[in-house]
């Protein structure tokens, strides 16, 4: 199957076209993650998903650079880590409290995404709060090392999607997305839905040993971007597919390589294929987070998280393409259960049509 079948298969768009700017984002996109996981495993940085995961977010979700885009992006980093300290220092003894504050904090982010121009500093925040709080609940934790890789990542992102512009400049001027109307009613329903959901899964991850489930922690948080049931659905199918493609790809460069993973001149090409793979079916697509992204983020996070000189990534690839269909699972019974009660109230009624 080509890579326009998919594509034809899985955006909603009839007519599929691969412009001049597509490949100049591919190449982007790919150059990014390349070069981010060059820089962990040479400094053998902790939290190497952050290093990892944070430029390919921002390259492939956002296809502009610009003063606004970077502060929004470390702003959004800074006020994340802040906010972390206050939470797991000082209110983790009142889990009660604890959690309201949390709930509030998603609600507010998904707010600003649902409003639409602070759509990147929203989900970020979002991704950033998810990914720590989960990191933070475990005594093993270093803070230190925690804030500081999330800030330094943060840093590194905004740099390597400045250089990625610099170098791999669009080809012609881009047109900004039109500005989607929504009424109060759906703001709120779109806020509470996702932020509840969130909070949820959430407190799954703080009671439960989980510790080892960051992609299907990110496969629950991620599928809520489209904040509301039906754009939830299909991007949970969406989030399988890219995952399965990602996984599947893993586990045929563990097989070429075998012995040889340690070599990381023989894993860059092969990694850089299946990024650029991923992320030309990504701005195909042109859903978002659609089968691409999802492939992006797996490999990203993969083998931030899981690379090391003489790993071997067969049962870490099995095990999360288990609980990623897991979580979605739950993730999407929380989401229709919660859209159908927020739409028996007035103020937070939102009908997708």
């Known amino acids: 199957m080509s890579i326009n079948t998919l594509a034809q298969v899985f955006?909603?768009?009839?007519?599929?076209?691969?412009?001049?700017?597509?490949?100049?984002?591919?190449?982007?996109?790919?150059?990014a993650g390349m070069l981010a996981l060059s820089i962990s495993s040479f400094f053998d940085t902790q939290y190497?998903?952050?290093?990892?995961?944070?430029?390919?977010?921002?390259?492939?979700?956002?296809?502009?650079?610009?003063?606004?885009?970077?502060?929004?992006?470390?702003?959004?980093?800074?006020?994340?880590?802040?906010?972390?300290?206050?939470?797991i220092g000082y209110l983790s003894q009142w889990p009660v409290i604890m959690t309201l504050v949390v709930f509030a904090l998603y609600v507010m982010r998904f707010r600003f995404m649902s409003k639409g121009p602070l759509f990147l500093f929203g989900s970020m925040g979002?991704?950033?709060?998810?990914?720590?709080?989960?990191?933070?609940?475990?005594?093993?934790?270093?803070?230190?090392?925690?804030?500081?890789?999330n800030v330094e990542a943060s840093v590194m992102a905004v740099g390597l999607s400045?250089?990625?512009?610099?170098?791999?400049?669009?080809?012609?001027?881009?047109?900004?997305?039109?500005?989607?109307e929504k009424d109060d009613a759906r703001v709120r329903h779109e806020s509470l839905l996702s932020g509840t959901v969130a909070t949820i899964i959430f407190i799954v991850f703080q009671?439960?040993?989980?510790?080892?489930?960051?992609?299907?922690?990110?496969?629950?948080?991620?599928?809520?971007?489209?904040?509301?049931?039906?754009?939830?659905?299909?991007?949970?199918?969406?989030?399988v597919a890219g995952v399965v493609l990602a996984c599947l790809y893993i586990l045929v460069i563990q097989l070429i390589l075998y012995d040889h993973s340690s070599h990381m001149l023989l894993m860059m090409p092969?990694?850089?294929?299946?990024?650029?793979?991923?992320?030309?079916?990504?701005?195909?697509e042109k859903v978002g987070a659609g089968v691409g992204f999802a492939s992006i983020t797996?490999?990203?996070?993969?083998?931030?998280?899981?690379?090391?000189?003489?790993?071997?990534?067969?049962?870490?690839?099995?095990?999360?393409?288990?609980?990623?269909?897991?979580?979605?699972?739950?993730?999407l019974?929380?989401?229709?259960?919660?859209?159908?009660?927020?739409?028996?109230?007035?103020?937070?009624?939102?009908?997708?049509?």
């Open 207 to 239: 009671v439960s040993d989980l510790s080892d489930s960051l992609s299907a922690l990110m496969a629950g948080i991620l599928i809520l971007f489209p904040m509301h049931y039906r754009g939830a659905v299909i991007s949970s199918i969406w989030r």
């Open 162 to 180: 400045a250089l990625m512009h610099y170098l791999i400049p669009d080809a012609e001027p881009r047109t900004p997305p039109p500005l989607i």
């Open 48 to 87: 190497g998903v952050f290093y990892v995961v944070y430029p390919l977010l921002l390259t492939a979700l956002v296809p502009v650079f610009n003063r606004h885009v970077a502060k929004q992006f470390i702003f959004s980093a800074s006020l994340n880590c802040l906010e972390m300290v206050l939470i």
């Open 126 to 149: 979002v991704v950033c709060q998810s990914v720590m709080l989960n990191f933070m609940s475990y005594p093993s934790a270093n803070w230190h090392t925690l804030l500081f890789s």
């Open 270 to 284: 092969l990694i850089g294929l299946g990024l650029a793979f991923s992320a030309r079916l990504h701005v195909m």
């Open 333 to 353: 019974t929380l989401v229709f259960i919660l859209h159908r009660l927020l739409n028996c109230f007035a103020p937070t009624r939102f009908i997708v049509k």
């Open 298 to 331: 797996t490999i990203g996070i993969m083998f931030g998280q899981n690379l090391q000189p003489d790993g071997d990534l067969v049962f870490s690839d099995l095990y999360r393409a288990t609980s990623v269909t897991v979580s979605l699972l739950a993730t």
């Open 11 to 31: 955006t909603p768009h009839g007519n599929i076209v691969y412009t001049a700017n597509d490949f100049r984002q591919t190449l982007r996109i790919s150059f």
